[in-house]
Structures are given as C-alpha cells and as structure tokens.
Nanobody, 120 residues
C-alpha cells in the first residue's frame, strides 16, 4: 500500500520558517518526480515546487528564492524548506509522487496534506 505522509506544518509568524517533510512508503520514491502543491481556501490547488529523481528542481514564481525542495532517496523523504513566509503562503500543503507510465499516462499518489498558517 502506497502512503505519502506529510508533517511539519503549523502556525508561524510572517518572516518565519518551516520545514515540511513527506515520508513515502510502498513505493520506490527515487523513480518518481516529487512535488509539493498547496491549496488555500477558495482557491485551486497550485504547484509550489518539484524535484526530479536526478535532483533538478523547479519552483512557482511566488516562492522562488524563499522555498527550497530537496529529497533523500535513501530514506524515501522529500522536504520543503520555507523561509521568509508570508500570510499569502497560508494553505494546506500536499505531497505528490508522479511517474509516467506512458507518454500520456501517469501514476500519481497524494498525501493527506498539512496545514501551514502564516499569521501574526
């Protein structure tokens, strides 16, 4: 059974930092692209950051220079270091694992999400 379990969310003041973790089990996460998404109330889920199995990363423009995604394939863990947090970063953050079965078909797994609230 595949499971992605996020942790590390919480309440933080503007300008503060948090580190989210995503623990993967039941899959060999090193063959998956790992991504963090977030969804704020009343908004669509959006991609925050992604990392390939070779370590290439990409970020949403809104978090570039503030967030950093990393992975430890030996431990099946993915991290999202979030610095200089802003109130607009408040959302539920989800971990996603994806691999391409064919050019048009993907295999996706999602975690249950962890709440991040940035407020004074």
């Amino acid at each position: 059974q595949v499971q992605l379990v996020e942790s590390g969310g919480g309440l933080v003041q503007p300008g503060g930092s948090l580190r989210l973790s995503c623990a993967a089990s039941g899959i060999m996460s090193n063959i998956y692209i790992m991504r963090w998404y977030r969804q704020a109330p009343g908004k669509q889920r959006e991609l925050v950051a992604g990392i390939t199995n070779s370590g290439s990363t990409n970020y949403a423009d809104s978090v570039k220079g503030r967030f950093a995604i990393s992975r430890d394939n030996t431990k099946n863990l993915v991290y999202l270091q979030m610095n200089s947090l802003k109130p607009e970063d408040t959302a539920v953050y989800y971990c996603n694992a994806r691999r391409w079965i064919t050019i048009a078909t993907t295999e996706d797994y999602w975690g249950q999400g962890t709440q991040v609230t940035v407020s004074s």
